[in-house]
Structure formats: C-alpha cells, structure tokens
C-alpha cells in the first residue's frame, strides 16, 4: 500500500515505481504518542516533519509562560521550523504531537542527498513551501482584516473537522483569542 507521503509527492512531481523505496530511505518514520514532542525550544530543528497521520502544533512559550500556537499540520501537511532548519540553529519553537501520530522526518543532513538523487524533489519541496508561505500571508491578511468571529467562521467554514479535532485552548491560541472568548464565539453559532 502506497503511504499518503508518497501519493503527495506524486501530486507535485513524477517518481517512477521503483524509485519509491530508494526515495523512502531518506525518511524516518515517527510513530508518535499525544503530547510526544519533538522539538523543544533552544534545540536545533533537525527534521522537517510530514504528517502521514494525526495532528502536529508548532508553538511558543511567551513572557507571561502561556503558550501561544503558531502552526498546526495534519495529514499531508509539513511542520518544521524553518529557520532553525535550514541554518541548524537553536529553534524559539516548540513542536508537539497533540494526537496520536504517524510522521516521516526528513533530517536536514539527508536532504542535500536526497535533492542530488532525486533531483525531482527539489521541485517537490519548491512547490510545497510556497504554498505554505502563501498560506502564511493569507492567514496573516486575515488576521488584520477580519474581525475575531469572523476568523473563526472562515476557519471553521473551510476547515470543519479540523476544528473538532484540536483542543479549544490550542485553537485560541492559534487564532488569538482566549479560550472563554473563543467559548462565547462558539455558543453565538449553536
């Protein structure tokens, strides 16, 4: 059976059937227990994260000590600190499982190999990272456009079961409210 990872690249870019197992060795499975972490601030980002399946948030911890969600990834979705990543520098992230998880890791000491085997997967990782910066500017548009009730009903509009999937607190986190607020938001909408 073909792994979700696999059918994603082929959405992107061609890979022939035999090269598939060459092209997997580059990657580490991860299965994951919810709340497992795998990045913590102050450690350098090794690994750039594919969710194959469950849910994955990147976060911080701010001057008053609560947490605050920058990123989430479920399936078919990357997750990495990206700068911490590509200068194997100290990560300000932290990056948690927040369910029960199936990822492959990509180490950064791999990828340069993995780009001059499979010089397709340069493309691959083009086209992935600039659909998550494009998705980055929106989400920041949003954020500047759009009142608070109507980031969540965007949010909820379009990703449902996503919505039911991440606790509240992590959501408001993400979105930039406190969890009662988001609470209030949710009981006008019932």
Known sequence: METNLVQHIRKFTTLDDQ?????LRFFEPLSLKKKACLLEEGEICRYNYFVEKGCLRMYYIDDKGTEQTNQFAIENWWLADYMSFDKQTPSPFYIQAIEKSTVYGLEHSKQNQLFEEFPQMERYFLLILQRAYAASQLRMKYMHDFSKEEIYHHIAARFPEFIQRVPQYMLASYLG??????SEIRKKTS
């Open 177 to 182: 409210f406190t969890p009662e607020y988001l």
């Open 19 to 23: 090269d598939v197992a060459s092209l």
